[in-house]
């Protein structure tokens, strides 16, 4: 029974890996170096450049600090205020043929996937999940009523009381109303659901001889986007915030009752039914395929504890004997000794060592390397650019130790972030693969490293490994964005173009080895899903579509490498990535819009008429903007943001053949702030700060590449 939901996962993915196991790509040598002249008179299609920029009404001219960038770097990235990559690339609206060449960078191709998995795990929480969830709460808030009923002992009857409290505040959470709640509880839940709805900050608890991060209940993410999530949210996020700390009694305030709660949920787990499904099953289905998607609690689960019940208590326990003083102490000696959580919250008052969560926040790897990296008073914020040192980018040690002199701050920052370092050199590539999280992970590290002469003269600057750097931090914080409930914490259509005009040559990021992770994840996002009956025929061709691409991607990368010529053909696929962009993302948003809404008195899923899109201009909400923020570490009463603002312009002059030719595309804006937690930041207020132009600057070490 122990590790029972772990193994299952770990034979699943074992089959998974072994399917999709491939070669890695390096690049074979076959371009020469290159020099651009400063008044760019050897850019063989410039005249045509600013001939296709001007067919829109527009003069291509850049500023003289663009311009150096340009001729010194091979590239230059130019603010823009492009709500979305594909408002950069062309779009053949209205029969115009797209005449600008592409520059079909990894920050577009990681957006995409971005949405991918945000989707896709929208609708399993709203189909699978928020039903499991529903059936779960209640059936477990009645369960610890009967029990407080007829408990005798008043140790027992203080822990199946406080019991009642905690399931019901998630019920209500869940829009259960009207719960048959004692009198002598009803006070406890409403004063909850009071702190929950404020979310201010740090409270006293009503259940809990300990205080409580109500700010945490801020509804963010893709969360705010339907009531169903917002009330999954909360209701998940009490389960992962509240800790069941084991103490032995001479240790505790209040009698061990945290450690006796605990007991009797996972007892209850495995000893009742609703609608003739075990819960244990319910917490499962939940439990598995979140663990795929992100990872898994670090904190002791029901599965943990009942192994624990069954070995000290024996196989027919009764809930009587949960305080018998000498089972009790042999139990918590025990419990002492399984798993300690490797992401401990250092905030004052809060407990610490082994923990019980119902439903416990995610291990994951960045909340690891943040809160190792974090110390108070001396550095109490890490940076995100800790995450990309650890991963192995040696130009974020050089940025963290020159320009921000985050050595200096704590003297033993070097040496954890080291070992840290070493530490995560040594997961192999089956390890990166556990979840989709890590996968993610694996994939922006590829492009985490310096450059050499294999690469076209563009990537090989400090410059580009800063862009490079840039794309992985942001690509981060989409990530962070879409599992914020889970992590824990520290027109027209496109046609077929008009008059036909000379085809312009295009380049794709040539980046080979970044493109076959990425393929492997999407692979094993889509088996994952396929395995828990959640692709929908609708969802298989999105997923077959964007394979497709990254496919492409890769094969003409390598043809770059080796100083090939593309062919007629895959010049016009990356003419047209603008409509393959809109469509992707246009279609992958029609996913959300049709998912059903929950009748929250029976439990049903209802589903209304479908919604069809005609085009990106029918999009509405905070999803039409790809602008979004997520608060990564908490210290005092300040929270680290980590945000992905509009999509910036890149210029970039790329070798083909034996002529240079200037491409234009997207990439992200990254931005990192402090920010209050009574108004840890939405979406949607994110959008607004930008619309308003109150966004702070980016970092400074973007200068490198970033021209105004």
């Known amino acids: 029974m122990k590790e029972l939901i772990h193994k299952k996962v770990v034979v699943f993915l074992i089959g998974v890996l072994v399917g999709l196991s491939s070669l890695r790509t390096e690049p074979a040598s076959g371009l020469k170096p290159y020099k651009i002249k400063s008044d760019l008179s050897n850019v063989s299609n410039l005249k045509e450049f600013a001939d296709a920029i001007r067919y829109y009404g527009r003069d291509f001219s850049l500023t003289e600090e663009q311009r150096k960038k340009l001729v010194e770097n091979g590239f230059v990235v130019i603010p823009s205020e492009a709500q979305q990559f594909f408002h950069i690339y062309e779009s053949p609206h209205f029969g115009i043929t797209p005449r600008i060449p592409n520059f079909i960078t990894t920050d577009c191709v990681l957006h995409i996937y971005h949405l991918l998995y945000d989707f896709s795990l929208r609708a399993v929480e709203v189909e699978k999940l928020l039903p499991a969830l529903r059936d779960l709460t209640i059936a477990m808030f009645e369960k610890s009523l009967e029990l407080y009923e007829?408990?005798?002992?008043?140790?027992?009857?203080?822990?199946?009381?406080?019991?009642?409290?905690f399931f019901g505040v998630a019920a209500s959470l869940l829009k259960f109303e009207d719960l048959p709640l004692p009198k002598e509880c009803a006070s406890s839940v409403e004063n909850e659901l009071?702190?929950?709805?404020?979310?201010?900050?740090r409270k006293k608890s009503s259940i809990f001889p300990f205080g409580h991060d109500y700010s945490q209940y801020k509804v963010r993410g893709h969360y705010t986007r339907s009531e169903e999530l917002s009330r999954f949210f909360l209701a998940m996020t009490w389960y992962g915030q509240n800790a069941f700390p084991f103490t032995l009694k001479s240790e505790s305030t209040d009698g061990n009752i945290t450690a006796i709660q605990a007991m009797i949920m996972s007892w209850l787990l495995f000893n009742s039914e609703a609608n003739k499904r075990r819960l244990v099953d319910l917490w499962d289905e939940i439990y598995s395929i979140t663990s795929l998607y992100v990872g898994s609690s670090d904190d002791l689960n029901p599965h943990d504890l009942y192994e624990l019940i069954v070995e000290v208590y024996g196989e027919n326990v009764d809930i009587d004997s949960f305080i018998d003083d000498?089972?009790?102490?042999?139990?918590?000696?025990?419990?002492?000794?399984?798993r300690k959580p490797r992401i401990v919250t250092e905030l004052v008052g809060l407990p610490e060592g082994v923990q019980f969560r119902f439903m416990g926040k995610r291990y994951i790897l960045d909340s690891y390397v943040l809160q190792r990296l974090s110390k108070w008073p001396h550095r109490p914020f890490p940076r995100g650019l800790d995450v990309m040192a650890v991963l192995g980018s040696r130009r974020?040690?050089?940025?963290?130790?020159?320009?921000?002199?985050?050595p200096d701050k704590w003297k033993d920052y070097p040496s954890i972030r080291q070992k840290l370092k070493e530490e995560f050199s040594r997961l192999d590539e089956r390890e990166w693969y556990k979840t989709l999280f890590s996968g993610w992970l694996y994939v922006i590290k590829a492009l985490l490293k310096e450059w050499d002469d294999r690469y076209p003269s563009f990537m090989r600057n400090v410059a580009w490994t800063d862009k490079?750097?840039?794309?992985?931090?942001a690509s981060w914080v989409e990530l962070r964005h879409d599992v914020v409930l889970y992590g824990k914490p520290s027109g027209a259509e496109g046609g077929d173009g008009g008059q036909k005009i000379p085809q312009p040559k295009g380049y794709v990021e040539p980046v080979p080895e970044f493109y076959r992770r990425l393929l492997k994840l999407v692979k094993l996002n889509a088996k994952i899903l396929r395995r828990y009956n959640c692709l929908t025929e609708r969802l298989d061709a999105l997923f077959k579509r964007y394979e497709d691409l990254v496919t492409f991607l890769?094969?003409?990368s390598e043809k770059e490498l080796k100083g090939e010529i593309l062919s007629y053909d895959e010049f016009e696929r990356i003419r047209y990535i603008g409509n393959a962009l809109e469509e992707l993302s246009t279609s992958l948003i029609e996913i959300g819009l049709n998912l059903p809404s929950l009748d929250w008195k029976n439990g049903n899923l209802v589903y209304g008429n479908p919604v069809h899109l005609r085009g990106?201009?029918?999009?509405?909400?905070?999803?039409r903007d790809m602008a979004c923020i997520v608060d990564v570490h908490t210290s005092e009463d300040e929270c680290l943001e980590e945000a992905v603002g509009h999509a910036n312009t890149i210029y970039v002059v790329v070798p083909i053949g034996d002529k240079l030719y200037l491409t234009r595309g997207a990439v992200f804006s990254y931005y990192e702030f402090k920010y209050p937690v009574s108004h840890r930041l939405t979406d949607e207020a994110w959008q607004e700060m930008i619309e308003r132009w109150r966004a702070p600057d980016p970092p400074p070490w973007t200068a490198s590449f970033l021209a105004h």
Request: aromatic letters at 6%; charged letters at 40%; a positive charge.
């Open 616 to 623: 990106w201009f029918e999009v509405m909400g905070p999803d």
């Open 396 to 406: 974020a040690e050089e940025i963290l130790d020159r320009v921000f002199l985050e």
């Open 150 to 165: 007829r408990a005798k002992s008043s140790r027992l009857r203080e822990a199946c009381r406080r019991n009642v409290i």
């Open 554 to 556: 890769k094969i003409a």
């Open 468 to 473: 490079e750097l840039n794309t992985s931090l």
């Open 194 to 201: 009071r702190n929950i709805r404020e979310h201010k900050g």
């Open 326 to 338: 000498d089972k009790l102490k042999a139990f918590l000696r025990k419990a002492r000794n399984l």
